[in-house]
């Protein structure tokens, strides 16, 4: 009998810019780096045979955490990775359905079988993760293992082992099942446990998250200002120096503004602005990924978040997004 921990990466920051990040390799926001801690503390002396992880930085960095805290060894394993999400990989909700209608189309109208161009079905991302899991626990009949995997293929297996729907489960959940020497039945003692983060870090959790993970609420919108053109989801083609104006929507609610501009390979901030009522809900959060995008797109090396070392919520934001103090506000790399 394999006692199999199933573990979800901590935060990264495809979570927090709220993108569709598949096998995009993003880093691990300040807080996610908080909740290895905690969750290393959990397995602080566990008896484990073996930790495995997939090889993108938010799971391995997780695996990491777990591999010294317990004593065991890590091995990744690139089989446990998160669906690919192909052409869609990285871009918002509303940029693949503006840019790719057909295709979007097609997707919607079925979820789970769908092939992503250039990346996989939701079926068949749970169908390689499940032969991954099971492989691991081939190797390790009477021991107990960890592994740290994704969001996507982790909900995938559970409902498949649970025949029926289950939530997302929190960043560093936790879910313990048993699979039998012969791999024949698995029994799911617990999901999605997160006991081992302080309360607010269990209740910090996005709107959408919390409200089933409606997927037409997981981005914002982004309505890119052309002059003398319909506004575009999609940025104009703009020349360093000339400001990129854009609003951005909670369905059809206006929740802030941002502007920034192109220079030397340095994408600068200089306006970001959400609406009172909108405030401390991680909309300008968002903003600032949309931003940090396109400036990978345009091979900027920089993000600069052109606001003056005031302290307070501007401080919070930056840290909140891995940001450090410059001389003329707050910059970090893309």
């Known amino acids: 009998m394999t006692k199999l921990f199933l573990i979800r990466h901590c935060e990264a920051y495809g979570n927090i810019y709220r993108r569709l990040d598949g096998i ?23 008896p484990l045979g073996a930790v495995y992880s997939s090889a993108l930085e938010r799971a391995r960095r997780t695996a990491q955490g777990i591999s010294s805290a317990s004593g065991a060894p890590l091995e990744c394993c690139p089989a446990l990775h998160e669906r690919d999400m192909g052409l869609f990989d990285g871009k918002s909700w509303y940029e693949v359905e503006e840019l790719y209608p057909e295709i979007f189309a097609a997707w919607q109208a079925d979820m789970d079988g769908y092939v992503l161009p250039g990346g996989e079905s939701a079926r068949g991302a749970g169908a390689r993760f499940r032969e ?18 994704h969001s996507m293929v982790i909900k995938s297996l559970l409902e498949n082992l649970c025949s029926g729907s289950v939530p997302f489960g929190n960043n560093t959940a936790v879910s313990l099942l048993y699979v039998d020497s012969g791999l024949n039945s698995i029994r799911v003692e617990y999901i999605n446990d997160d006991r081992h983060l302080p309360d607010w870090m269990q209740t910090a959790r996005q709107r959408w998250f919390k409200n089933g993970a409606d997927l037409r609420n997981y981005s914002l919108r982004y309505a890119y200002f052309r002059p003398g053109a319909p506004d575009s989801t999609s940025m104009p083609p703009v020349r360093d120096g000339q400001d990129v104006l854009l609003t951005a929507y909670e369905n059809d609610a206006a929740v802030g503004r941002a502007k920034f501009q192109f220079d030397n390979g340095i994408c600068t901030i200089v306006e970001l602005f959400v ?15 949309e931003a940090l995008y396109r400036a990978a797109g345009r091979g900027c090396t920089d993000l600069l978040l052109a606001a003056p070392d005031s302290g307070g919520p501007v401080r919070a934001l930056a840290a909140k997004n891995g940001f450090r103090s410059s001389e003329n506000g707050y910059i970090k790399a893309v």
């Open 24 to 46: 995009r390799d993003t880093g691990v926001t300040p807080l996610g780096e908080r909740q290895i801690a905690y969750l290393s503390a959990r397995f602080s002396g566990v």
């Open 275 to 289: 609406e009172p009522r909108f405030r401390r809900l991680g909309f300008a959060t968002q903003m600032i990924g």
């Open 132 to 149: 991954a899991v099971m492989s691991i626990c081939a190797r390790h009949p009477d021991s107990s293992v960890a592994i740290v995997a």
